[in-house]
């Protein structure tokens, strides 16, 4: 059986299933009789008690190897200890004649709100350690022993819901082949964890605690994205050779990640990174990376019910400058109603992609708009802070978000609020319209960078989300580097900077391509890094001129795609 | 009943080491001990021998708080949490 999943983390990984079931406990409300409270009670400090030995002695053994990580159980001891949590359970089975199990999963599920509510991000967090104490309780109630990911005796594919920081602080790296879970995207926990160990990991697969169990063969195509349970003797072979091919060309390649991205002949490129969060292994690819050409900035919005203060957004913005210690280019709000955003209450739209989003909803609520531009304007203080607009299809658009920039800015002069001089404002270069009057947009913005995930939707009509579409999603389709050329060759001979962030960027079949068409910037995600560079120090910008008049005679996406992989196959896997 | 007030001076507010401090301090002390923010939106006052409750109250740089303690060391423990608190909790600017 094959199933789809988000690759977060590069790499094939082949070997058993352990899944690792943390979740599973039962809770009954069935109440007890006022003869049974002592005896409950008992059972209470019993199960507390247990508990309180399985984190003492994690507690013991990370401190051995990894103290930073024991302070995770620490905070979890602490709140096991917590007096009003303890009086609130024991409240619960004397008065309200709960059963322990159920006193643990209210006064726990009441005190997570608590917190879960909380304006500040940091406050919000700690809910989750609460949830990790209750889910300890109860599985210690259920008589269910830890499983424990420090002490795995063969290596294993662990197979999870949900990975949480207490479930992957005592886990042994060398034993893992790969990660799959349930839940989880790009910026969750198991995604984190695995690229910093640089584990091979599919996540957000649909229903894959009820597919996989304990000993089942699986492969894990970190690559393309797919799970195999069960694989045939046949794919299998295929895979150990895919996996081979990998590691081999991921071993050369990993050597071009420290070098300059400059091509065979000499000229110099500037290779950038995409960001989304201040994640820890990403800051280390930073030292790799020229610049970062795309700041994200919706994790602010996405992660809580309340929208970010101007003062969170400060501190962020800040803190991304000076961490990276590079240029940034933040993009303004890109959100619409297709996402389930809390904090912005979007009303449903027939056609998301094709409705209120990205500066478009900026302009519908220019108040959170604002408070952003405040926000990035104060941290243009401290660093090489650049704005860029998305969802931009009209000069009226450029003129409104210019006006506005400039009323806060003035504003915050007035005001003698500390700010950069100058900040450089661009566009994304993601609907058709705005790379056809690229002339004319050249003479109104600072920089632009050619998003190609949404070109590539709003140029082909296809619904990136359908998955029925997927075949019509042809980031190879000759349209789209004619597009692309065209934008490129009058942004340049206006003058403005053109960089590539969205997905071809980061492709070394495609890069080539677009040095042909004249782009000198790209961003990318940090695991692309050493795969562009490797192509780029290998080809001459005449090779890249003639790939990139051949791409654009070619008919249709795939013979484009065979025509590259054939005449780059050297560098690429 | 001992009531005095202070104003949190360190970068983090309650959060995190200075958190689980402040709770270890007041858990010394035999008297009850009740705390709660001032400051525009007032909070009810919560145990500050209860780490999630300390947590709740989402206690920033700049707030200013108020502790009460009833029982018969009450005086020393509003003093100490109180000292504990003006000393911005050891973080160096």
């Known amino acids: 059986m094959r199933c789809k999943g988000n690759p977060v983390s590069e790499g094939l990984g082949i070997g058993e299933v352990y899944s690792y079931r943390t979740m599973e406990f039962t809770v009954s409300s069935s109440p007890i009789s006022r003869e049974q409270v002592g005896q409950n009670l008992a059972e209470y400090y019993r199960i507390k008690e247990k508990a309180a030995a399985e984190l003492k002695a994690i507690i013991d053994q990370l401190q051995r190897e990894q103290p930073d990580k024991a302070l995770i159980f620490m905070a979890h001891q602490e709140i096991l200890d917590d007096e009003a949590i303890d009086e609130k359970i024991r409240h619960e089975i004397t008065e309200n004649l709960s059963n322990p199990t159920w006193a643990i999963y209210t006064v726990y599920e009441e005190f997570g709100q608590l917190l879960k509510n909380m304006k500040k991000q940091v406050f919000r967090e700690r809910a989750q350690d609460i949830l990790d104490v209750r889910n300890r309780l109860l599985r210690v109630a259920n008589g269910i022993i830890a499983p424990n990911l420090n002490s795995l005796d063969k290596p294993v594919v662990i197979a999870a819901h949900d990975l949480l920081p207490s479930d992957t602080a005592t886990l042994d790296r060398s034993k893992v082949v790969a990660i799959i879970t349930e839940t989880g995207g790009e910026t969750s926990h198991s995604a984190i964890i695995a690229r910093s160990y640089g584990i091979p990991a599919l996540l957000g697969i649909p229903g894959l605690m009820n597919k996989v169990k304990d000993g089942d063969r699986v492969v894990v195509d970190a690559l393309d994205g797919e799970l195999i349970i069960d694989p045939t003797e046949e794919e299998l072979a295929e895979y150990a050779a895919k996996r081979e091919r990998y590691l081999k060309w991921a071993t050369d390649t990993e050597a071009y990640l420290g070098k300059k991205a400059v091509t065979k002949d000499g000229v110099s490129l500037e290779v950038g990174l995409n960001i989304g969060t201040v994640e820890e292994s990403r800051v280390k690819q930073a030292a790799y990376a020229d610049f970062i050409g795309l700041f994200r900035t919706e994790f602010l919005y996405l992660s809580s019910p309340e929208l970010p203060t101007e003062e969170e957004q400060y501190e962020t913005y800040k803190q991304v400058l000076e961490t990276f210690q590079r240029p940034v280019v933040l993009r303004t709000l890109d959100i619409g109603g297709d996402k389930n955003v809390p904090c912005l209450a979007l009303p449903k739209e027939d056609n998301p992609f094709l409705g209120v989003r990205g500066l478009r909803l900026c302009f519908d609520r220019p108040e959170i708009f604002q408070t952003q531009l405040r926000a990035a304007l104060r941290a243009s203080a401290h660093g090489d802070l650049s704005l860029m607009l998305p969802m931009v299809t009209n000069l009226d658009d450029i003129y409104q978000a210019k006006e506005l920039i400039n009323t806060v800015r003035q504003e915050m002069e007035e005001a003698g609020i500390p700010m950069a001089p100058k900040i450089k404002v661009g566009i994304m270069v993601e609907v058709p319209s705005v790379a056809l009057i690229a002339d004319l947009v050249a003479k109104e913005v600072d920089f632009v960078s050619i998003g190609t995930n949404d070109l590539c939707q709003y140029t082909l009509a296809v619904d990136r989300q359908n998955q029925r579409m997927a075949d019509y999603y042809q980031s190879y389709h000759p349209a789209l580097f004619r597009l692309i050329g065209y934008a490129t060759k009058h942004f340049l001979a206006a003058g403005k900077p053109v960089s590539v962030c969205g997905e071809l960027g980061g492709d070394p079949l495609a890069v080539p391509v677009l040095i042909g068409l004249g782009v000198r910037r790209f961003s990318m995600n940090p695991s692309s890094i050493a795969k562009v560079k490797r192509v780029i120090t290998h080809l001459t910008i005449d090779h890249a001129q003639e790939l990139a008049d051949q791409v654009q005679t070619l008919a249709t996406a795939g013979q484009v795609k065979r025509f590259l992989e054939r005449e780059l196959k050297d560098y690429i896997c | ?93």
Do not use: W
């Not at chain 2, 995190?16 to 001990?33: D, G, L, Q, T, W």
């Not at chain 2, 009810?44 to 021998?49: C, H, L, Q, S």
């Not at chain 2, 740089?61 to 003006?86: Q, S």
């Open chain 2, 1 to 93: 009943m001992y009531a005095d007030q202070v104003v949190v001076i360190n970068k983090t507010g309650l959060h995190a080491r200075p958190a689980y401090e402040f709770v270890n301090m007041a858990k010394r002390f035999e008297s009850n001990i009740m705390m709660r923010r001032l400051d525009g939106s007032d909070t009810e006052a919560i145990n500050a021998k209860s780490i999630v409750f300390v947590l709740s109250l989402g206690i920033c740089e700049g707030d200013k708080i108020e502790i009460v303690a009833d029982g018969d060391d009450e005086k020393e423990a509003v003093e100490a949490l109180v000292k504990l608190v003006a000393s911005g909790f050891g973080e160096a600017e």
